[in-house]
């Protein structure tokens, strides 16, 4: 198998993500990437669950840790009977699963896929963590294959001179779409707002554009407008942690305000990545994380005491915001999604 994470950032190499490797699953600490280059051992499906929980990782790191948690589940019953197994299986299939609410369906798809692999290892008295191991590493690989066609149809929207805003960080898409430049030589600039209040964009975009030979500037979220104005942003761009069918983005929250001022300011709006064909606006629940990790930078609180704070981890763009959701299949308008129809069974 030729892996798809050649020739792209640090963060993006599959080892780097997350890695099933000596009874444990080793997470690379997107809390504190690239300061401090340091993973997270857990020991058992439960605490990679939690690392999801914690932000270890992000974006679509967890689909990948959730598929190395179930390989840590089925090496921890390897001597059990096989019923107890699948039992035991099920289980943390739902533990995984559940760890953060907004993306449960995607997570679902990822160890629905696992317990296919697994029944069928079980019943022909197979090695099942290899089963569930290769079978997260042939999704992984299926994923970046997928996501890199998507880069492709993004990036034929960039030129030399183009001047491209970000939000947050969109995973394998960044890496993908700044491939794909670089095979056509094509050079343009990057816009990264920080993405309070974990810094995603500071440092995790921002690191992954600059390790490829990109030039890019960080500034801070409430700088977008101004820098629309006096910089001047062709294309705006965001992946998406769900696209319901009828059109609407559920993102890392901001992602909303930076679709308002690009209309304002007559800039595209591309999101990327494929519909969910089971979800509908009404279907979402957005995650309401601990206040407290707005509070503080880093560990260190920067408020009084008694100030209160208010974290919702994702907000919703409508339709109206959306000048094309860019797909592995072309670019489609928000009305369009009902008609895309995946390529392959599943993309997880």
Known sequence: MIREDHGLATIL???NVAWFEDGAVRILDRRIYPREIRSVICRNYGEVAQAIRDMV?????????????MVLAAYQMRYSEKVRTWEELQVAAEVLSTARPTTQNRMRQVTAGCLAVAKTALDAGEDVSKAI?????????????????VG????????????IMTQCYGETIVGMMLRACRAR???????????????????LTASVISEMGFET???????????MEQIGVNLFTSAADTITIDGYVVNKVGTLQLAILAECYGIPYYVTGMPDLDMRVQDIRIEQRNPEEVLSVFGQRHTLPDVGAW???????PPKLITGVVTDQGILSPDQLASYSPLQKSFY
């Open 13 to 15: 190499q599959y080892e």
């Open 57 to 69: 990782t992000q974006s679509a790191g967890p689909y990948t840790a959730a598929g190395m948690g």
């Open 217 to 227: 500037t960080v500034i801070t979220d409430n700088m977008a407008a101004w820098a």
């Open 152 to 163: 492709k149809n993004l990036a034929d929207h960039f030129e030399d001179d183009s001047v």
């Open 311 to 317: 974290y919702p981890a994702f907000d919703i763009t």
């Open 133 to 149: 191991f290769d079978h997260t590493i042939a999704s992984l690989n299926r994923r970046y294959s997928i996501m890199e066609r």
């Open 185 to 203: 030589g094509v050079n343009p600039k990057f816009i990264v707002p920080e993405t309070r209040p974990y810094l995603q964009g500071a440092r």
